[in-house]
């Protein structure tokens, strides 16, 4: 993707969520993986949590982090799939925010070339909402790396060209 070096990086301040029942700080090798990338990208770590795979939970954490000025992008991992218990992408269309399709679409697409029709099983999603922007992606590390270095990595980088989120954020409230 192109970089036009001669533009300033901005560095964004992320918010890490891991959804899951079952994972601790301990064993939060998805949530350990991003801290990982956007920080070795020069981003900062605004914060980091891990809740239940409960809709209540996940919309109240994600309002705070959204109201939170010190907060640009949120990111989640986990509760994506087709289970029962899986409800993240509920939890963000209950944010009335603005739906960003594209990224589902290409997290997908992305995600075919290495693990094929098992992509279908992902409900990857993201939204703006009152100008925080929110991904979220599914629980493994794999996952989170290809979404970060497919999309995320220059999406989120301010010298990205022809466009980048980066460059909207100012705009978001419009």
Known sequence: MPIEPARPFKPVRIAILTISDS?????????DKLVE???GAGHELAARAI??????????RLHNWIDDPAVDVVITTGGTGLTGRDVTPEALHRLDGKDIPGFGELFRWISFQK???????SRACAVVARGTYIFALPGSTGAVTDAWEGIL??????RHRPCNFIDLIPRLME
């Open 23 to 31: 994972r601790s700080t301990d064993d939060d090798t998805s949530g």
């Open 37 to 39: 990338l956007l920080t």
């Open 51 to 60: 809740i239940r795979d409960e809709t209540d939970l996940i919309v109240s």
């Open 115 to 121: 693990i094929g029709t098992s992509t279908i099983q």
């Open 153 to 158: 990595e220059s999406q989120l980088d301010s």
